[in-house]
C-alpha cells in the first residue's frame, strides 16, 4: 500500500519544530519501526522536494519488551515496534513525539523525569522482601512496566515539571507497596501521598494505554489501600 | 575512589550494587536507561542448585553440566565459584522481591537445556525483566546515599590509556553532545557482540559491539570470538529474531519434522536421556542436518499442544501471548516453525577468574566478556553468570583501584558512528561465513571480503567494527576442529591437544594476530 507519513521535525531542544511529509510504499504488516529504519537507510526526498535527512528516534530491542521506541501516532502513544501500518485504518500516518517531555532531536524526548520521580518517591526496598501467594501476581505486574511514558500522554494531571508522578511512578511503587508490613512506614508512604494520591484526579485515562498491557487502574487501587487505606490491597 | 561501569544491564547493575553495598562509590554509563537494556529480554530462568525439585541436586552436577556442555574450554574454578555462589545469588533475588513461585521447600525450578535436574528458577518467561526491576530499584537505594550517578543516554567513546593501564573512560552524552573524560578504573559491561549480526540476532539494537571493538582497538585482547551460540527455536521477525524461551521444552515442547510426510521427533529418538533439552549447539546443529535430508521437509517445527493448561496459564502464559501477536498462531493448538538464531556471544574480552582483562584497571562482566560458558553456554547460565560476574569485577576492581579524586574534564571530539550501510555490508559476511556449520573456504572468502571493506571505512568506528569482524572471522579460520557453537565441517572433530586453548585476539598496529593460549584462571 501507499501511504503518505507526516513526521514531526525538530533538530534540537531549541529549534522550531516542523512537519515534513513524504510518500513511502509499504505492506499492511509493516510496523512503524520498520518503517523508520527503511525511510532511515533509503536516500528520498519529502513531499516538496526536500531531502529527507535521518530521522532520530530511540529504540533497543523492537518487540515491545523495553519500552525505548513510544512515540505518538495518529494521537495515540504507542510503541512504534507494537504498531502495524494496517492497525491504522488511514493511510496517512502522523507521527510525533511524546508531548509530556522536552524533545531532545525529532521522535527523541528527554524522559529522564520519570527516573528522577520514582527517586524522588523511595521507590526501592527498605528490608528483606515477602513474596507470598497474596502478593506475587500484582509484583509480577507492576514489574512489567517499561517507563515508556505511554501513561502519561494521556493523563491530563502530568505535566513533567509537576508534583504529580502519575502512573508510570504508582505502578512501580505498588510492587514496593505490596511488600509493605503491617504498622511499618516506609518513606514511600509519605512520598505516595504526596505525589500520587493528592495529585490524581482519578480520570483513568491511563487504563487500557500500557503497551505493556499491565492493569494500571488495579495498581492504583492496590497502591492507595496500603497507602492511604492502611490495609493490605484487596485480593485479585 | 571511584569505578566507572559501562552498562547499564544485569552485570553493570550487579557491579553497581556490590560497590555501593562496600561503600564504593561508581559512574554508570549507559546508552538509555536500564530499562532498555538486553537483560530485560532474557526469558527462560536463572540456574542455581537450590534442591527444591527433590531430584537430589547438588553444586557439583551443575558445575558438571556447564563445564561439558562448553566442550571443557570454560575455566575450571571460574565456574566452580559461579555454582557455589548460585544458590546465594538466587535466595538474594527473593528477598530483593523477584516473583519466584514457591512451594514447600523454596523456590520452584525447572527443567532446562543440558542438565540433568530442575535447577533453572524462573518468573513466567520474563525472568529477566523480573531481575532487572528488583535490582533498578535496589540501585536507586544507592543512588539516593549519592554511592552511584548515573549518566543515563552516555554512550563509551574510548578508555583513557597510560602504559597498558586503564586510568579512565571518554564519554559522549548523546541528548547534547557533550563529551567528557572521566578518571577511575572501568569495568566493561557492556553486552554481547550483537551489532556485528545487525538484525539477525535476538538481541537489542543497543547491543552494537563497539564497546568491545574499541577497546580491542586499544590493545585489549578478546577470546573465544568463534564461539557464537545458535539458540534452535527462533522465529524471524521484523528488523530482527523472536526468540522461543528454552522454557517451551522444558515445559514439555516437542521438536519434530516431517518425514516422508510423518513427524519425526528425531531429538528425542536421537538422544533418549536428554531428548528435546540437550544443549542449545546440538540441537541446533540436529536441526539443520535434518532439514538437509531429502526425505524431510526443510521446516522444522515446535509441538507445545500436549502442555496442560495450568502449565500455560501459570508458567508460560506470556510466551504463548508472543507466539499468537507476533505468529498468529496458539502454540496451544497448533505446532510453530522454528529455526536456529543468533543468540549469544561466549567470546568476547579475555578475562581472568577475576575478571580482570588483559589491561591493567580495565575489568568486563557479563556477556561482553568471555568467561564461564566455554563453546556452548547452558541455557539460565547468563543472567546468573551476569550477576556473579558483575559482583567479582566490583570485588577486584576495588581491591585494586587507585584512589582517586573525581575529575571530569570536558573534551572536544567529533563523534564517530557506524552508518548502517556499513554495518549491514559487514553483517552480511559475516553471517555467511559463520553459520552453524562452517567451512574454511567461506571463511578465507569472508576474511578477503572484509580486508577488501578497509578502504570503505569511513571513520575510526567503521575500522574498529571491521577489526573484531576481521578477528572473529580469524579466529574462526585457526580453530581447526569442532566444538561446542563452533562446528567445522572440513574438522569434524574435537582436537583437545590442539585445541582445548582459548582462541585470544589481539592487534598491534594494523596487525591482528590470533593465538592459542591455555586456559588459565589468573592473567599471565
Redo the contacts between chains.
Keep these: 500500500m501507499r501511504i503518505t507519513i507526516k513526521i514531526k521535525r525538530q533538530e534540537s531542544r531549541e529549534a522550531e519544530p516542523y512537519f515534513q511529509i513524504l510518500v513511502w510504499d509499504c505492506d499492511e ?3 512503524v ?2 518503517l523508520l ?1 527503511e525511510i ?2 533509503a536516500v528520498i526526498n519529502d513531499t516538496s522536494g526536500e531531502p529527507v535527512n535521518e530521522i532520530a528516534w ?6 515491545k ?4 521506541c513510544a512515540m505518538v501516532i495518529n494521537g495515540l502513544p504507542r510503541l512504534a ?1 507494537d504498531t502495524k501500518i494496517g492497525e491504522i485504518k488511514s493511510n496517512r500516518i502522523i507521527i510525533e513525539p511524546l508531548k509530556k517531555f522536552p524533545v ?1 532531536r525529532d521522535l ?1 524526548v ?3 523525569v520519570l ?1 528522577e520521580n ?2 524522588a518517591i ?4 527498605e528490608r ?2 515477602v ?2 501467594k497474596k ?3 500484582l ?2 505486574d507492576a ?5 515508556c511514558g505511554c501513561c502519561l500522554e494521556v493523563c491530563p494531571n502530568f505535566t513533567a515539571d509537576d508534583s504529580f508522578f502519575s502512573a508510570a511512578a504508582f505502578v ?1 511503587a505498588s ?2 507497596l505490596s ?1 509493605l508490613p503491617k504498622r511499618k512506614k516506609y518513606e514511600i508512604v509519605t512520598e505516595y501521598k504526596k505525589h500520587i494520591y493528592d495529585g490524581c484526579g482519578k480520570s483513568l485515562s491511563c487504563h487500557n494505554i500500557c503497551p505493556a498491557g499491565i492493569d494500571v487502574e488495579r495498581k492504583l487501587s492496590n497502591s492507595n489501600s496500603v497507602a492511604i487505606w492502611k490495609r493490605f490491597f484487596s485480593k485479585e | 575512589m571511584s569505578i566507572i561501569i559501562i552498562g547499564a544491564g544485569l552485570a553493570g547493575l550487579s557491579a553497581a550494587v556490590t560497590l555501593a553495598q562496600n561503600g564504593v562509590s561508581s559512574n554508570l554509563i549507559s546508552s538509555m536507561q536500564s530499562e532498555r537494556a538486553q537483560s530485560v529480554m532474557a526469558e527462560g530462568g536463572i540456574n542455581a542448585c537450590l534442591n527444591t525439585m527433590g531430584e537430589d541436586d547438588t553444586v557439583e552436577n551443575h558445575f558438571e553440566d556447564t563445564i561439558s556442555s562448553g566442550m571443557y574450554l570454560a575455566d575450571a574454578e571460574a565456574v566452580r565459584g559461579m555454582c557455589a555462589a548460585a544458590p546465594g545469588i538466587v535466595e538474594r533475588l527473593g528477598s530483593l522481591g523477584v516473583p519466584f513461585s514457591y512451594n514447600d521447600k523454596g523456590i520452584v525450578q525447572r527443567s532446562f537445556g543440558g542438565q540433568r535436574k530442575k535447577r533453572t528458577a524462573f518468573v513466567k518467561s520474563s525472568t529477566g525483566k523480573m531481575l532487572m526491576t528488583a535490582l533498578i530499584d535496589e540501585t536507586r537505594k544507592f543512588e539516593a546515599q549519592g554511592l552511584i550517578k548515573r549518566y543515563p543516554n552516555h554512550c563509551f567513546i574510548r578508555l583513557i590509556t597510560e602504559d597498558n593501564k586503564c586510568c579512565g573512560a571518554v564519554v559522549r552524552n548523546t541528548y547534547t553532545n557533550r563529551t567528557v573524560s572521566l578518571r577511575g578504573s572501568v569495568i566493561l559491561a557492556s553486552g554481547g557482540l550483537n551489532g556485528l549480526f545487525d538484525g539477525m540476532t535476538t538481541g537489542t539494537t543497543q547491543n552494537t559491539s563497539d564497546a568491545a571493538a574499541t577497546v580491542f582497538s586499544q590493545g585489549v585482547e578478546l577470546a573465544n570470538l568463534e564461539m557464537i551460540q545458535y539458540h534452535p527455536t527462533t522465529i524471524a521477525i521484523q528488523g530482527k529474531r523472536l526468540l522461543i524461551s528454552e522454557a517451551a521444552r522444558g515445559e514439555g515442547g516437542r521438536l519434530f519434522i516431517n518425514r516422508n510426510g510423518k513427524p519425526w521427533y528425531f531429538m528425542e529418538e536421537k538422544y533418549p536421556e536428554l531428548k528435546n533439552l540437550m544443549p542449545r549447539d546440538v540441537v541446533s546443529a540436529e536441526m539443520v542436518q535434518v532439514a538437509a535430508m531429502p526425505e524431510c521437509d526443510s521446516q522444522v517445527y515446535l509441538d507445545m499442544t500436549a502442555i496442560e493448561k495450568n502449565v500455560w496459564n501459570e508458567r508460560i502464559s506470556d510466551l504463548r501471548e508472543q507466539c499468537v501477536h507476533y505468529l498468529g498462531i496458539d502454540p496451544a493448538n497448533k505446532p510453530i516453525p522454528v529455526s536456529p538464531g543468533i543468540h549469544f556471544f561466549m567470546g568476547g574480552i579475555r578475562v581472568d577468574r577475576e575478571h580482570r582483562t588483559s589491561m591493567n584497571g580495565l575489568y568486563a562482566a557479563g556477556e561482553c566478556a568471555c568467561q564461564y560458558h566455554g563453546a556452548n553456554r547452558l541455557g539460565g547460565n547468563s543472567l546468573l553468570g551476569a550477576i556473579y560476574g558483575g559482583q567479582i569485577a566490583a570485588q577486584t576492581a576495588m581491591k585494586e583501584a587507585a584512589d582517586n579524586t573525581e575529575e571530569i574534564i570536558d573534551i572536544a571530539e567529533e563523534p564517530a558512528e557506524v552508518s548502517c550501510g556499513f554495518a549491514r555490508t559487514v553483517s552480511e559476511i559475516l553471517y555467511k561465513a559463520l553459520p552453524i556449520l562452517r567451512k574454511e573456504e567461506e571463511l578465507i572468502a569472508a576474511k578477503e571480503e572484509l580486508n577488501l571493506l578497509k578502504s570503505r571505512a569511513g571513520n575510526r568506528a567503521e575500522l574498529n567494527r571491521l577489526n573484531l569482524a576481521l578477528a572473529a572471522v580469524m579466529s574462526a579460520i585457526e580453530r581447526r576442529e569442532s566444538r561446542g557453537a563452533h562446528k567445522r565441517t572440513d574438522y569434524p572433530d574435537r582436537d583437545d591437544v590442539s585445541f582445548k586453548k582459548q582462541s585470544v585476539a589481539k592487534i598491534s598496529g594494523d596487525k591482528i594476530d590470533i593465538s592459542f593460549k591455555e586456559i588459565k584462571g589468573r592473567r599471565d
Design positions: 504488516s509493516t510496523t519501526a520498520t529504519r532511515n537507510a530511540e529504540c533497543s530491542c523492537l518487540q519488551k523495553c519500552g525505548a515496534c531532545v527523541i528527554d524522559r529522564s527516573r520514582l527517586l523511595h521507590n526501592w526496598l528483606e522482601a513474596v507470598n502478593n506475587t501476581d509484583a509480577y514489574s512489567r512496566c517499561l517507563q512501580p510492587r514496593i511488600e
